[in-house]
């Protein structure tokens, strides 16, 4: 396209007229105060810990009142930026934490549940494609019953050189990062009871 003198004399001076308009009246800082207004309106922001690992990072809890019968809605966790361990990170068990069935807000002393959180222990029996709803009862019964089952089968006092070893190679712990110093001790002693040899523990960092 080609542009004549008087053509770009125009189009500056019609850009420059309306700077001078915005500049003059028009307030872009109320329209943008008022959208954000309309986003954020009734938002509470809770601060709060992780409750995953140790390290115990400081996240933010977004909510806001619902329906009276529903309480409040949560709407977002995001890292605290104004705590000094985390400086407004999360790593990405952190970051996941919206998918926490109960949040507890200490301002309202409610439990806040989100719905897409399961909330009862799922099994799948062996060779089957079906995951099964159980209660923690008979889930940790089972569990007994196989780490007995297990340790009573696998379970060698000597070894093939006659070589006392009192193990159970068949068993091993895995133990999770919100695990504290204490309750490892106890998983530790436990597992090293029934004979395991294969103790781990996961650290967060
Ligand atoms: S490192 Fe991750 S899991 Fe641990 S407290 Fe921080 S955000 Fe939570």
Same mark, same amino acid.
């Given at each position: 396209?080609?542009?004549?003198?008087?053509?770009?004399?125009?189009?500056?001076?019609?850009?420059? @007229?309306?700077?001078?308009?915005?500049? !003059?009246?028009?307030?872009?800082?109320?329209? @943008?105060?008022?959208?954000?207004?309309?986003?954020?309106?009734?938002?509470?922001?809770?601060?709060?810990?992780?409750?995953?690992?140790?390290?115990?990072?400081?996240?933010?809890?977004?909510?806001? /009142?619902?329906?009276?019968?529903?309480?409040?809605? !949560?709407?977002?966790? #995001?890292?605290?930026?104004?705590?000094?361990?985390?400086?407004?990170?999360?790593?990405?068990?952190?970051?996941?934490?919206?998918?926490?069935?109960?949040?507890?807000?200490?301002?309202?002393?409610? #439990?806040?549940?989100?719905?897409?959180?399961? $909330?009862?222990?799922?099994?799948? $029996?062996?060779?089957?494609?079906?995951?099964?709803?159980? /209660?923690?009862?008979?889930?940790?019964?089972?569990?007994?019953? &196989?780490?007995?089952?297990?340790?009573?089968?696998?379970?060698?006092?000597?070894?093939?050189?006659?070589?006392?070893?009192?193990?159970?190679?068949?068993?091993?712990?895995?133990?999770?990062?919100?695990?504290?110093?204490?309750? !490892?001790?106890?998983?530790?002693?436990?597992?090293?009871?029934?004979?395991?040899?294969? !103790?781990?523990? #996961?650290? &967060?960092?």
């Amino acid at each position: 396209m080609k542009v004549t003198r008087r053509d770009f004399f125009k189009v500056t001076g019609a850009t420059v @007229a309306s700077f001078a308009v915005v500049d !003059l009246g028009f307030d872009m800082t109320a329209t @943008a105060s008022a959208i954000k207004g309309t986003r954020t309106n009734g938002v509470k922001p809770v601060p709060s810990i992780c409750p995953f690992c140790g390290c115990g990072c400081g996240l933010v809890v977004y909510t806001r /009142d619902g329906a009276p019968a529903d309480g409040p809605q !949560l709407l977002s966790i #995001q890292g605290d930026p104004d705590n000094p361990i985390n400086r407004g990170s999360a790593c990405s068990k952190g970051s996941a934490m919206f998918n926490l069935r109960e949040i507890y807000d200490p301002e309202t002393g409610k #439990q806040i549940i989100n719905p897409k959180r399961m $909330a009862k222990p799922l099994y799948r $029996a062996p060779k089957s494609t079906k995951w099964e709803e159980k /209660d923690w009862e008979w889930m940790l019964t089972e569990i007994a019953k &196989r780490v007995k089952e297990t340790r009573d089968k696998h379970f060698e006092h000597k070894d093939k050189d006659g070589i006392i070893v009192n193990r159970c190679e068949a068993l091993s712990s895995l133990g999770g990062a919100a695990l504290d110093n204490e309750e !490892l001790q106890l998983v530790s002693k436990m597992s090293r009871s029934l004979g395991m040899t294969f !103790l781990e523990n #996961q650290a &967060r960092i």
